[in-house]
């Protein structure tokens, strides 16, 4: 690549970044913005700003749409950064935290814990960390022993995923009131969403993501394959556990507030190295933004699509996420084993 090449792709990805934050900001705008109820920007700015917070509009910003917005936007980041690591980690386009039963774990672990202990859902984050690491490790030791091909790590994700929702079907079985909004919570949506509940799962996920980044010169070397890792002295073992554990941790904390929705982990990763490229910082913070915004703007299609009427935001999610899946899918062609 000459030096006018180069050149001429710098102006390029700082227009992308640009572009990226500023549709970023105007979905959160959006969102706090549009609804059932029509409200105009300036009552949002007063009740932003402090000039408004006893009128209704104030109310319907402060208790509804704000704490639904913040949490639609960590989760997507959330999601988005867990499925650009475990993708790199498991060196399988085809992986996400939804598809190879990291959320299903998660969700099994906050129905078991709403069951035991009514009482201690603020623990729910934790308890969704202990489940989505335990779906990862799984798959991740089927992939090192096994040296399973792509689509066998993906057969073996579903089945993962399926035994987790079996254990949650038993969960609501066995205690009906485990669970308030038991569907929505299969769905995945933000409705009742609170700042009370999100801060937890929001302190877990701040310096996850954090941490993620610091690894991104070792993941770069991770990309390069195991052995090469090795010459250059990545202990791609211990490596690869931190990782797990950190997209484990954020698909975990996402789980424990917005329910089992899908797809994010999986769509935003692949659009972003697209748009990005390969290099892991930028594919972080990309897919940080992008997880962010293309969360919120689904909340919102489907606040807005039948309104007064709502739609759980995984139904949108779902309906975006199975066909991209699915091209995906036949995109393969014979699959690479797993190289430890």
Not at 9 to 24: C, D, S
Not at 170 to 195: C, H, K, Q, W, Y
Request: glycine residues 10%; proline residues 4%; positive net charge.
């Amino acid at each position: 690549m000459n030096s006018l090449q180069i050149f001429s792709i710098r102006p390029r990805k700082g227009i992308l970044w640009a572009f990226l934050v500023a549709l970023t900001l105007a979905a959160a705008v959006l969102s706090l913005w549009n609804g059932s109820v029509q409200l105009s920007f300036s009552q949002v700015l007063d009740t932003l700003t402090g000039k408004d917070t006893v009128s209704t509009a104030s109310h319907i910003v402060l208790y509804s749409r704000l704490p639904r917005t913040c949490a639609a936007m960590s989760a997507g980041l959330a999601l988005a950064v867990a499925g650009a690591v475990i993708q790199t980690v498991l060196e399988n386009p085809l992986a996400s935290p939804n598809v190879i039963g990291v959320n299903s774990g998660a969700g099994f672990a906050v129905a078991l814990l709403c069951a035991i202990a009514p009482t201690a859902q603020s623990y729910a984050p934790v308890a969704a960390f202990g489940g989505a690491l335990t779906g990862v490790l799984l798959i991740n030791g089927l992939s090192r022993r096994t040296g399973a091909s792509r689509m066998t790590v993906v057969l073996a994700g579903i089945a993962v995923s399926a035994l987790f929702s079996a254990g949650i079907d038993t969960v609501i079985t066995l205690v009906p009131e485990a669970i308030n909004g038991i569907s929505d919570f299969r769905i995945g949506g933000f409705s009742g969403v609170t700042m009370t509940g999100l801060a937890p799962a929001v302190l877990l996920i701040l310096p996850c993501l954090i941490l993620v980044l610091s690894f991104s010169r070792q993941m770069d070397i991770l990309r390069l394959g195991s052995n090469t890792a090795r010459s250059l002295g990545l202990s791609v073992g211990a490596v690869r556990l931190i990782l797990l554990v950190l997209s484990a941790a954020l698909a975990g904390a996402a789980v424990s507030f917005c329910g089992l929705i899908g797809f994010v982990g999986l769509i935003v990763p692949h659009t972003m190295r697209r748009l990005f490229g390969e290099e892991s910082l930028p594919l972080l913070l990309s897919c940080a933004l992008g997880g962010a915004c293309f969360v919120t703007l689904c909340d919102l299609l489907a606040r807005v699509l039948f309104a007064p009427f709502e739609l759980p935001v995984g139904i949108v999610l779902a309906f975006a996420g199975a066909p991209f899946f699915l091209w995906l899918l036949f995109r393969q062609r014979g699959g690479r084993t797993w190289s430890d």
